[in-house]
């Protein structure tokens, strides 16, 4: 059957920008190969051609070196449009490049998009302004727990200054008052506003007499 209606050849790869300014770089590369034997060879003409009188011999050599110029001129030129359309598809290529990335980057944007969507279904707006509100709430409550606390105790909060030095004053005068007083009676004697504060049950003096007895019995 392969021989009566033949087999279908396999189709080329299509050439990829990078295939061709491969392809092109190794014929510019060989253009400056012959470029580079040409030039040799018009050195040596140049030299010869120092060297020779006027002539006929000189006029077939310069002839020769102008045939050898213009076939460089030829391939210079080749070679300067080979890599021009180097240039073209290396631009190409960058462009290219440049999609490929921004649709990587434009896929990625949207599965982010898409996760930060399902993710965000699930926050309950709602809930968290109640939760705040609720916070709000005991924080206000801990606020009066603490003001209760430090609360003062007999104590007014707007006490005068001058009133309290006034206070202060008369009962320095008072005590030096109640010592003149003491010093007058005895140094013995207590002050009366501390009496109050010496204990009613404190033991009587021993009986110096008393002991005397028992010792001698």
């Known amino acids: 059957m392969n021989r009566l209606f ?13 295939s061709a300014i491969s392809n092109i770089d190794t014929r510019i590369s060989s253009i400056d190969v012959k470029l580079a034997s040409l030039n040799a060879e018009l050195t040596g003409y140049q030299t010869k051609l120092a060297k020779m009188r006027d002539g006929p011999g000189k006029t077939a050599l310069k002839q020769k070196a102008l045939k050898v110029l213009q076939r460089r001129k030829q ?7 080979l890599q021009s359309q180097v240039w073209n598809m290396e631009q190409a290529q960058t462009m290219q490049d440049n999609l490929k990335n921004t649709m990587v980057t434009m896929d990625a944007l949207k599965s982010t998009n898409k996760a930060l969507r399902k993710e965000y279904g699930k926050v309950d707006i709602d809930k968290i302004e109640r939760l705040q509100d609720e916070m709000a709430d005991l924080l206000d409550v801990g606020n009066e727990i603490q003001e209760s606390l430090a609360r003062s105790y007999d104590i007014p909060e707007d006490v005068d200054e001058a009133e309290l030095d006034a206070e202060l004053e008369a009962l320095g005068q008072e005590v030096e008052l109640e010592r003149e007083m003491a010093m007058g ?11 109050d504060e010496v204990p009613e049950f404190i033991d009587e003096a021993p009986n110096a007499a008393g002991k005397v007895k028992e010792a001698a019995g």
């Open 185 to 195: 009676a005895g140094e013995g004697a207590i002050p009366s506003f501390m009496q």
């Open 6 to 18: 033949g087999t279908t050849a396999p189709k080329a790869p299509k050439p990829t920008l990078n």
């Open 75 to 81: 391939y210079e030129a080749q070679r300067d449009q």
